[in-house]
């Protein structure tokens, strides 16, 4: 009789302690994926990763102790009384200059590889505020206060190579200097995007006056899980480019990236990259850097910009091929951008509008062979592609990879471009894919057959096969798109048409 009245107190006890455990909120119950949401293919973006690509298209401002020797990579022995511009650097110009040129932020350079800072750092005497000026020198302070001012995103370039330090190559150079430098830099504005690191391996210097190649292994030596932790702490959003293995070099500066180009990768960002890996473990994005004169990253005496065809090649080759560009322009040792270059961007900016800025594919009928079935709160359906929102998109079922999308007009629509847009948040899928244009809706022609491979975060598609070649267009009423090979079940949030 004991063991009945014992058991059945267990019983009690265990009821009531179940049930108590679920007011408190510590159990509870829920429906397994009601939205019928597709799984992920990993690997994914981070939050910060994802905003950092919605940022597409980013000046570079390389400016410094370089822009008064003519160098592009300071020996670190330059006297401080080189560096002369006659008032502070005019950060706003630069910010209103990459605003007008479509752009939606920028990276100024506050340090190069001869280790001068462009703030008043206490890691250094090598920097501006020893140059006898009559004035402070704070461009991140200047250059943050004015991307914030004209709602631009903002951040900075500093090389943990240093020909000046005589820490540099030892055990006290990171922990005394790099690391210090950029935490004082992430104390500079609100929201910083990215943080550039460049030139990270040593090579021959100044060194304090030792006059000697120090060379060391930029995987360990710069100490990056604890980089990233501190800054992340400071910025949260900040992306941290090529030592902090957050976003890789495409590799080639001359402003394209590969027509297959993944964002998973397995690689570490060193080396060339211009296509990242089907089968990567994990999601590094491509930036691509370019420069937008005809001569070095930092300002020279006779210096140009480059065509405005040859710029906007530039965008189509990298935005268009899910990669991020980054595009310099110097300001010259007054401080500010050269005049022929301010307007150079403003006609970039213009032609960006002009081209890419009336999308077709809003007023479009638009229909998919293959539809996810809906779930509680989401459905699946076409008309997401073009309701001008990133968070709906369009799926198929899970065991169907070939689906057919196809956009229609009541009348005629001259065309040049057709633009799309994975939902990336769940993983980059599709493999390969063909855009056919009708003039009838019934009789279809294929276009740029070779270059309809990847989509990733954005894909922009010349018609014609040509990304120098602007041409007259074509005349549809129809536009095809299938997607003929995917990892998984297909996601795209978005269709354009220019």
């Keep these: 009789m004991r063991k009945i009245y014992s058991s059945l107190l267990m019983l009690a006890l265990s009821s009531f302690s179940l049930e ?41 401002f390389h400016y410094g102790m370089n822009t008064y020797t003519g160098k592009e990579w300071g020996y ?25 040129a479509g752009m939606k932020g920028g990276i100024a350079v506050v340090k190069h590889h001869d280790g001068f800072c462009l703030w008043p750092t206490k890691t250094t005497e ?44 030892k055990d006290t150079y990171v922990k005394e200097v790099f690391l210090k430098q950029a935490s004082e830099l992430a104390e500079y504005g609100h ?34 899980p604890n980089l990233a932790d501190s800054i992340h702490k400071m910025q949260p959003n900040c992306v941290m480019w090529g030592v902090g293995d957050e976003a890789r070099w495409i590799g080639n500066e001359a402003g394209w990236a590969g027509v297959t180009n993944w964002s998973p990768e397995y690689k570490p960002a060193r080396g060339p990259n211009e296509n990242g890996n089907e089968n990567g473990w994990r999601w590094f994005p491509g930036e691509s850097d370019a420069k937008g004169t005809n001569m070095g990253w930092f300002w020279h005496a006779g210096e140009s910009p480059r065509s405005l065809n040859e710029l906007f090649k530039f965008y189509l080759e990298t935005v268009g091929r899910n990669a991020t560009l980054i595009l310099n322009f110097p300001p010259d040792q007054s401080g ?17 509008k002009e081209r890419l800025g009336t999308d077709l594919a809003l007023d479009a009928k638009i229909e998919a062979s293959e539809t996810r079935k809906a779930g509680a709160k989401r459905t699946y359906v076409a008309t997401n592609l073009n309701d001008n929102d990133k968070d709906t998109y369009w799926a198929t079922d899970d065991d169907v990879i070939e689906s057919t999308i196809t956009l229609s007009w009541d009348a005629p629509k001259t065309v040049h471009y057709v633009a799309l847009m994975e939902y990336i948040k769940k993983g980059q899928r599709i493999k390969s894919f063909t855009i056919e244009t009708s003039q009838d809706g019934t009789n279809w022609t294929p276009r740029a057959t070779d270059q309809c491979t990847t989509v990733g975060y954005k894909r922009i598609i010349p018609l014609n096969g040509s990304t120098t070649e602007y041409g007259n267009g074509y005349s549809v009423k129809a536009i095809r798109i299938t997607i003929n090979d995917s990892k998984a079940c297909p996601l795209l949030h978005t269709v354009s048409v220019f």
């Design 191 to 224: 929201d910083q995007f990215e943080m550039w690191f460049d030139g990270a391996n040593g090579g021959d210097g100044y060194y304090g006056g030792a006059n000697e190649v120090r060379n060391i292994d930029a995987s360990t030596y710069y100490d990056v």
């Design 126 to 169: 090598h920097n501006a505020n020893n140059c006898g000026l009559s004035f402070e020198v704070n461009v991140p302070k200047a250059y943050a206060e004015a991307s914030e001012k004209l709602g631009m995103k903002y951040g900075f370039y500093i090389s943990p190579w240093d020909r000046n330090s005589a820490h540099y190559g």
């Design 20 to 60: 108590t455990m679920a007011q408190g909120n510590l159990i509870s119950q829920t429906l397994e994926n009601p939205d019928n949401e597709p799984a992920p293919v990993f690997p994914v973006p981070s939050a910060r990763q994802l905003a950092w690509q919605e940022t597409e298209f980013y000046a570079f």
């Design 76 to 100: 670190g022995n330059e006297s401080l009384s080189t560096f002369r511009p006659p008032k502070h650097p005019n950060c706003e110009q630069w910010v209103q200059a990459a605003k007008d």
């Design 336 to 352: 500010e951008l050269p005049k022929a270059t301010v307007t150079r961007m403003k006609e970039l900016g213009q032609l960006l």
